[in-house]
């Protein structure tokens, strides 16, 4: 403040001097104007410019050492100059003050910048030595040009001597091509590369790493070099592989116990099976011992029944027998098929009209419709017999009294089927994943109401699948089953359709008492 006052006094005491001239003082004043322009701005210049024009005005007025010719002339170019040196210098003066403070307000956020970058710059690096995952840094030529502390001790190096060497000079050619080709295509895509490989450190053992790979860029947002990190999973995957291998022995433990389980149900079964019908031949035969003891005349109706009740669980002995070994020759891939062009509408009727009888004893009506008259294609015929006397067996097993039984034959997307439905009890929905496993029953010993080893389904489904077939099941607990067998619409070129006759019949005959042996309880084959 006190310089300002100085330099008013001094501007003053000069224009006020008579011995100066005009002109001499006009040059002064613009000096004077420059000072105050430069040093405070416009509204200093102006204010300056003003004490002078009314200083010279003053001397104009009254005449006093002008030396112009033309005075007022001369008076208002002065003005004119006086205003535009303070408005010109002012204002440019301020635009370079405004400028300077933005330059200068620029380099301390830079310098602030800087200090942050190198405060962070050590931080990361004081990170990364400490991080125990590889990491290191290469240009764009694909060579190092840093690493941390994990990386220069994986591959038994330091930093220095690691600079300027590529993937090459630190592993063998098939382990560097990979990682090679990941800079590569980094680079030629600019996007993250994450890859599951192998690597193998200076101990020499193999280790299983994910490398994730980024291009590093600068402020121009331009590739600068690509930081690689090697994690080791090594570790983890013995893990995985052990969690997975305890996993599998669970199952396997689980699966064995199943099994178990299912050979004790079966041999429970096998011993019933075999108990029951051989204490009604025993029973049988001491009625006979008995009769004959006591030279008591053999009624012939006795002895018929005694005959029939041995005959039929002797018949229910050779069923379970038979069952057993044909399950065998199956698991051993021994058992044969032999093919020939059938009727199969003519087999499967027959079949059926056959167990009719068995099926009025207990009341049950049986049904049978088929979409064509006859349909011709390759199977065997016994097998298809002993299918359906098997699935017919079952359905007048547990359809009660007053129920019916429907046979229905049809064609479907290149498959023949044979539906066989009964309106008995039906099979419960957790039961039904498991009614074609071998000695599945789906009630249990001590609580069943029939008679049946668990081999029956099993085998009809190893015997559908020899034919090139399948077989599934439709069931609701209380409204009854339908099992149906699908079968390849296919036949034999090199055969003729062979005519099935009474032979057939006869045989078939036989087998209906021995696929319906079971049927029946022991109480009503028995003599009362």
Same mark, same amino acid.
């Given at each position: 403040m006190?310089?300002?006052?100085?330099?008013?006094?001094?501007?003053?005491?000069?224009? &006020?001097?008579?011995?100066?001239?005009?002109?001499?003082?006009?040059?002064?004043? *613009?000096?004077?104007?420059a000072v105050s322009s430069v040093e405070a701005g416009v509204k200093s210049g102006l204010k300056t410019a003003g004490i002078l024009i %009314?200083?010279?005005? %003053?001397?104009?007025?009254?005449?006093?050492?002008?030396? +112009?010719?033309?005075? +007022?002339?001369?008076?208002? &170019? =002065?003005?004119?100059?006086?205003?535009?040196?303070?408005?010109? *210098?002012?204002?440019?003066?301020?635009?370079? *003050?405004?400028?300077?403070? /933005?330059l200068l307000h620029e380099a301390q956020v830079r310098k602030k910048t800087e200090e942050e970058l190198i405060e962070k710059n050590a931080i990361l690096q004081t990170l990364m030595s400490a991080l125990p995952t590889p990491i290191?840094?290469?240009? &764009?030529?694909?060579?190092?040009? =840093?690493?941390?502390?994990? !990386?220069?001790?994986?591959?038994?190096?330091?930093? $220095?001597? @690691?600079?300027?060497?590529?993937? !090459?000079?630190?592993?063998?050619? #098939?382990?560097?091509?990979?990682?090679?080709s990941m800079d590569l295509e980094l680079l030629r895509k600019h996007?993250? /590369?994450?890859?599951?490989? +192998?690597?193998?450190?200076?101990?020499?053992?193999?280790?299983?790493?994910?490398? *994730?790979?980024?291009?590093?860029?600068? #402020?121009?947002?331009?590739?600068?070099?690509?930081?690689?990190?090697?994690?080791?999973?090594?570790?983890?995957?013995?893990?995985?592989? %052990?969690?997975?291998?305890?996993?599998?022995?669970?199952?396997?433990?689980?699966?064995?116990?199943?099994?178990?389980?299912?050979?004790?149900?079966?041999f429970m079964n096998v011993s019933h099976e075999l108990r029951t019908p051989l204490n009604v031949i025993l029973g049988a035969i001491q009625l006979m011992e008995l009769q004959n003891a006591g030279c008591e005349a053999v009624r012939v109706d006795k002895l018929k029944k005694n005959i029939m009740s041995i005959k039929q669980n002797s018949l229910r002995l050779l069923r379970l027998v038979n069952n057993l070994l044909d399950a065998s020759k199956i698991d051993d891939h021994i058992y044969e098929i032999r093919c020939k062009n059938w009727n199969v509408v003519y087999l499967v009727e027959e079949i059926v009209l056959s167990v009719a009888d068995y099926a009025k004893i207990k009341g049950i009506h049986l049904e049978?419709?088929? $979409? !064509?008259?006859?349909?011709?294609?390759?199977?065997? $015929?016994?097998?298809?017999?002993?299918?359906?006397?098997?699935? %017919?067996?079952?359905?007048?097993?547990?359809?009660?009294? =007053?129920?019916?039984? !429907?046979?229905?034959?049809?064609?479907?997307?290149?498959? @023949?089927?044979?539906?066989?439905?009964?309106?008995?009890?039906?099979?419960?929905? $957790?039961?039904?994943? =498991?009614?074609?496993?071998?000695?599945?029953?789906?009630?249990?010993?001590?609580?069943?109401?029939?008679?049946?080893?668990?081999?029956? @389904?099993?085998l009809v489904k190893s015997l559908v699948e020899v034919h090139g077939g399948s077989i599934s099941v439709e069931s609701e607990e209380g409204a009854g089953t339908t099992f149906s067998v699908y079968l390849p619409d296919r036949v034999l070129e090199e055969h003729e359709i062979s005519t099935v006759n009474t032979a057939v019949n006869r045989m078939s005959f036989e087998k209906i008492q021995l696929e319906l042996s079971d049927i029946y309880s022991a109480r009503e084959s028995m003599i009362s």
């Open positions: 006190r310089k300002k006052y100085l330099f008013y006094i001094l501007m003053v005491t000069i224009n &006020l001097l008579p011995v100066v001239p005009m002109s001499i003082k006009g040059i002064i004043g *613009l000096a004077f104007i %009314l200083i010279d005005s %003053l001397y104009y007025i009254h005449g006093i050492n002008v030396d +112009f010719k033309y005075a +007022f002339a001369s008076m208002f &170019l =002065g003005t004119a100059a006086y205003l535009f040196t303070a408005c010109f *210098l002012g204002r440019s003066m301020e635009k370079l *003050l405004k400028k300077n403070k /933005q290191c840094i290469k240009d &764009l030529d694909c060579r190092y040009v =840093g690493c941390n502390h994990a !990386f220069a001790q994986w591959f038994g190096c330091d930093e $220095e001597e @690691l600079n300027g060497k590529n993937v !090459f000079d630190l592993m063998e050619p #098939e382990q560097a091509m990979v990682y090679n996007t993250p /590369q994450v890859k599951e490989t +192998f690597a193998t450190p200076l101990d020499g053992t193999t280790r299983n790493v994910i490398c *994730l790979k980024a291009v590093i860029v600068n #402020e121009e947002e331009h590739p600068s070099g690509i930081v690689v990190v090697m994690h080791d999973i090594t570790d983890q995957k013995e893990r995985e592989k %052990l969690k997975l291998s305890m996993i599998e022995e669970e199952l396997v433990l689980n699966e064995t116990k199943k099994y178990d389980r299912l050979k004790s149900e079966f049978f419709d088929t $979409e !064509f008259e006859e349909k011709v294609i390759a199977c065997d $015929e016994e097998k298809i017999e002993r299918i359906m006397l098997n699935l %017919l067996s079952n359905a007048i097993k547990f359809t009660p009294n =007053g129920g019916r039984i !429907f046979v229905n034959i049809g064609s479907k997307e290149g498959f @023949l089927y044979i539906k066989v439905s009964d309106t008995g009890t039906g099979i419960p929905v $957790e039961k039904q994943m =498991g009614l074609f496993q071998r000695f599945f029953q789906a009630s249990p010993m001590l609580t069943r109401t029939h008679e049946g080893s668990g081999i029956g @389904l099993s």
